[in-house]
């Protein structure tokens, strides 16, 4: 399929939207006036000494660990993000209130540890999110505190930094970083299961979404079964696969671990464009037949309606789907026996196709 240089004047145009960029700003006095989220990460990105990044584009093969304090500023709406400027405002902007490197992963399951042993029992699981195409270390780390926040995350959250290229341009390289990074998230999971997590939740965004299928099926190759006993849950957001791909990854990976969600979403434009580069009608993410996937345990959340947020990143970014979805841990339990027919789970509509469930999500008025 050729395409027509516009579309790349187009990918620009929208991949670009995020400027400017995300940076890490410390200001410890932030603590007194928003809600502090401590973030632990695991990166395979080179450090930097530019202020704020912290960690830039360059790809290392030893990982690096650290936890970090982020203020979440009150005056936001949910699903909002605001980064520093040059005159950073606790009361708006996300700012960093401690820094911790660990020497190495020994250090950082020991922390982790530590604050698991602190939390009541029923409290000790740790979603592990993985960013997506065109994203820094901030962005990532800061979009997590977001999302811990506005959905009432309980447990310890993880950020897995891989080495975008940080660039709307950078399309191939971040690509390729995916299957380079693929081995450190997979030492990331181990870590974080010694470090006694009751249950481990795999959250990736757009691009993050491939590694993390990658990642599962490398699991599962290296030990049976090993997947679905290492992650208790997988949360896909837009992801960007190609839909055989994501087919062959699955049955590859054989028991998928439950429950496995996938939100979509047919206005989302930036996998519209994906799919135009690749010479495909469409990814997994914007799926329009999901009887392609009929033969999976899957869940497909269709949150085409919500004109909330960012399309790309509509579970995050939309505060009137945040506010259907904070209580996730009741969602899940819902999703784990029969779901056909589930019509007041959640507002919308439940069409049951052979063994996967679409549930097309619209906003409540009630709520706004």
Request: with cysteine; glycine share 8%.
């Amino acid at each position: 399929m050729k395409v027509h240089p516009s579309a790349l004047i187009v990918a620009v145009a929208l991949l670009s939207a995020c400027t400017p960029r995300g940076t890490i700003v410390l200001d410890p006095s932030a603590a007194e006036i928003g809600d502090v989220r401590s973030i632990y990460y695991s990166t395979t990105r080179e450090k930097s000494d530019a202020p704020g990044v912290i960690y830039g584009t360059e790809r290392v093969e030893t990982p690096s660990y650290g936890r970090i304090e982020l203020s979440v500023p009150p005056d936001r709406m949910a699903g909002d993000v605001s980064y520093p400027g040059k005159d950073p405002d606790p009361r708006t902007d996300f700012l960093a209130t401690a820094s911790t490197g660990f020497a190495g992963p020994s250090a950082f399951r020991q922390a982790m540890a530590q604050d698991l042993r602190a939390l009541p029992e029923n409290q000790r699981d740790v979603v592990v999110f993985v960013h997506g195409f065109n994203s820094t270390f901030s962005e990532g780390m800061i979009r997590l505190a977001q999302l811990a926040e506005d959905l009432s995350i309980p447990g310890l959250a993880v950020h897995y930094a891989w080495p975008s290229l940080n660039n709307p341009l950078g399309y191939s390289y971040d690509r390729d970083s995916v299957l380079f990074g693929r081995d450190g998230l997979e030492t990331l999971l181990a870590e974080v299961k010694a470090a006694g997590a009751a249950d481990i939740i795999l959250v990736g965004h757009s691009l993050g979404s491939l590694m993390t299928m990658e990642t599962l099926r490398q699991i599962e190759i290296g030990d049976e079964d090993a997947a679905s006993r290492t992650v208790h849950g997988v949360i896909l957001m837009s992801p960007d696969i190609d839909v055989e791909l994501f087919l062959a990854q699955a049955h590859r990976i054989g028991t998928l671990p439950q429950p496995f969600l996938i939100f979509t979403s047919k206005r989302d434009r930036a996998l519209q464009l994906s799919a135009r580069l690749t010479g495909q009608r469409e990814r997994l993410g914007n799926l329009s037949q999901v009887d392609r996937v009929s033969d999976l345990d899957v869940t497909m959340l269709d949150v085409t309606n919500f004109r909330d947020g960012t399309r790309h990143l509509t579970p995050a970014t939309s505060p009137t789907l945040i506010a259907l979805m904070q209580d996730l841990n009741e969602v899940n339990a819902a999703f784990q026996g029969e779901r056909a027919g589930r019509t007041g789970l959640l507002p919308g509509t439940v069409l049951t196709v052979q063994n996967a469930t679409q549930i097309i999500l619209s906003p409540v008025m009630a709520l706004n």
